[in-house]
């Protein structure tokens, strides 16, 4: 008799082991905000977790278990969560959670009862993390180059910049050097930048040709060496500066070399597909990217990139670049490869 108790006992251990533990409830709690699964048994639940940041989509799953109460996902819509969906993948329950803008996604398990907790309160890690800073080229007493149909630089940049602004806004510190047609000097543009601590400078600007076939898009980033080519644009474009009361040569080189070559290399980094996808998609020529001493450039403490986004002087290029949608086009492209580098 003896013997089956103990085999009976045996028995019941190796249940308890190996039956799946069951989410019994799914409830939200108010004051902290938290969303809470109750699991069945004794055995801590394990949970794997990932948060994508741009989408604020957070997938919790846990494993072992089944499921055994109904998730009514509109019941936890509200402050904190827009939408909650559930796969069962036989041994483990995965839920995608879509959060709210400002909701923390701390996830962690409890013992007695178990429970797996979704701390909603908002946390430093959902801070903004990188500040952008977003230079529209020239701007007030400065029209930059006037092209085409007289349209002038300083408007199609800004209108650019402005639309990369509310793009990144949502997950990035976004500074602008100007947000209306006001004149900036250019060391006070890498200034602006510098005091914000910027961790990118992107300035954006149009090209100008004596001879109005040339076209297309380029990018430049800073370097000491340059071509001839990305020396004549460097120099027209720091021209302006000094057509309106600056020396552009007593702009002290602050960068050390180590951090020049690494800014030199991360601007490069960031250069290269976002010229080439920005001519794909508005059907523009691919100029390249060039290294020059662009003075707007020179003063900023990291990498940085100024963009040619064609030739104001171009009558194709033009009419592109001064239409509302091609310019959503850029921005999204712009915006979408500036979040690419960082995440
Ligand atoms: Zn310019």
Redesign the pocket.
């Known amino acids: 008799m003896k013997k089956y108790i103990t085999f009976f006992l045996f028995l019941l251990f190796s249940l308890s082991i190996f039956a799946n533990s069951s989410i019994k409830n799914i409830r939200l709690n108010n004051n902290p905000p938290q969303l809470v699964f109750d699991i069945s048994g004794s055995i801590k639940p394990k949970f794997n977790t990932n948060y994508d940041e741009y989408n604020r989509l957070l997938f919790v799953e846990i494993e072992k278990v089944k499921m055994g109460t109904k998730l009514n996902s509109s019941k936890f819509i509200g402050k904190n969560i827009e939408k909650i969906d559930m796969i069962d993948y036989g041994s483990n329950i995965g839920f995608f959670i879509k959060l709210k803008k400002g909701s923390g996604h701390k996830v962690y398990s409890l013992s007695n009862p178990q429970r797996i907790v979704v701390d909603l309160r908002a946390t430093n890690s959902s801070k903004k993390e990188f500040t952008i800073a977003i230079d529209a ?2 701007g007030g007493k400065d029209p ?2 006037i092209g085409f149909n007289k349209y002038k ?1 300083k408007d199609i940049a800004l209108s650019v910049a402005k639309k990369i602004q509310s793009r990144l806004s949502k997950d990035f510190n976004v500074v602008m050097t100007r947000s209306t047609d006001t004149f900036i000097s250019l060391s006070q543009r890498s200034k602006i930048a510098n005091q914000k601590k910027a961790d990118l400078f992107v300035s954006l ?2 090209n100008a040709s004596n001879n109005s076939s040339a076209q297309g898009m380029e990018i430049f980033y800073f370097s000491k060496k340059s071509s001839p080519y990305a020396e004549k644009i460097a120099a027209y ?1 720091n021209s ?1 500066g000094e057509k309106y009361g600056e020396k552009t040569t007593s702009i002290a080189q602050i960068m050390g070399e180590l951090a020049y070559n690494k800014n030199m290399e991360k601007s490069i980094t960031i250069a290269r597909p976002l010229n080439t996808s920005l001519s794909k998609r508005l059907g523009m020529r691919d100029r390249g990217i060039y290294g020059a001493n662009f003075a707007v450039l020179r003063g900023f403490n990291g990498p940085g990139i100024l963009v040619e986004l064609g030739f104001i002087t171009n009558k194709a290029d033009v009419t592109k670049l001064s239409k509302d949608a091609n310019q959503n086009v850029m921005a999204d492209e712009l915006a979408g490869k500036i979040r690419g580098f960082f995440y």
């Open positions: 080229g020239h930059g180059a630089e600007h149009l474009e302006f």
